[in-house]
Every structure is written in C-alpha cells, then in structure tokens.
C-alpha cells in the first residue's frame, strides 16, 4: 500500500486549504482511513477518520463542523482529501495521511504517508 499527499502550505487564519492522498497498491485489506496530524514538541493526533465497516466519519473535537474527509474510488486507486475551513494558527502541523488493515482486539497495520506542512498565521 502506498500513500502520496498533496495540498499543504501557508494560509492566513480563517482560510482554507485542501489536502489529497492518494492511496495505491493492494487496498483489499484497509478497514480504515484518515488523516492525522504531529505539531512541534506534541504527539500524533487523529483529526478525521472513516472505518469501511460502517462508513461512519469521527472528527477530532477540535476540528468538527470545520474539517470535512471524502474518499473518492476508481478501479485504480483510492484518493482521500481532507476540506479544511476556518483554519486556526493552533492547526498548524505535519499532516499524515492514514490507511489501515484492522485485525481486531485493537490490532491493526499501519501505512503512512510522507506527511506535508501546514501552517497557519495569525
């Protein structure tokens, strides 16, 4: 599976951007996909993810009503975008796209994108 992104840069608080993935390779297996971000001096955090079981999207609180995930499928490839509106400075940080095979019992495989940048001044 492999995970190429797009999209990140510098926007004025209240702008938006809109990030891509696109996820290749062999999906068959992927349960779940989103989109996570790492700001300086802080862990990894979920912003937005769809499980393909029940197609239900979960926003981190601090994105909800602003940030918006879509998938688009073709025979080909899968490509995830993440619609970010009303950006704040505080949403500033390396945004890392997601794909993961779910095992169960809380068991699951990670793909990573590379990650790309985006910062938002005050």
């Known amino acids: 599976v492999h995970l190429v992104e797009s999209g990140g840069g510098l926007v004025q608080a209240g702008g938006s951007l809109r990030l891509s993935c696109v996820v290749s390779?062999?999906?068959?297996?992927?349960?779940?996909m989103g989109w996570y971000r790492q700001a300086p001096g802080k862990h990894r955090e979920l912003v937005a993810a769809?499980?393909?079981?029940?197609?239900?999207?979960?926003?981190a609180d601090s994105v909800k009503g602003r940030f918006t995930l879509t998938i688009s499928r073709d025979n080909v490839k899968n490509t995830m975008f993440l619609q970010m509106n009303s950006l704040k400075p505080e949403d500033t940080a390396v945004y890392y796209c997601?794909?993961?095979?779910?095992?169960?019992?809380?068991?699951?495989?990670?793909?990573w994108g590379q990650g790309t940048q985006v910062t938002v001044s005050s």
């Open positions: 997601n794909a993961a095979e779910l095992y169960g019992l809380g068991s699951k495989y990670d793909y």
């Open positions: 390779g062999s999906t068959f297996g992927i349960g779940a």
């Open positions: 769809v499980t393909s079981r029940n197609g239900r999207t979960n926003y």
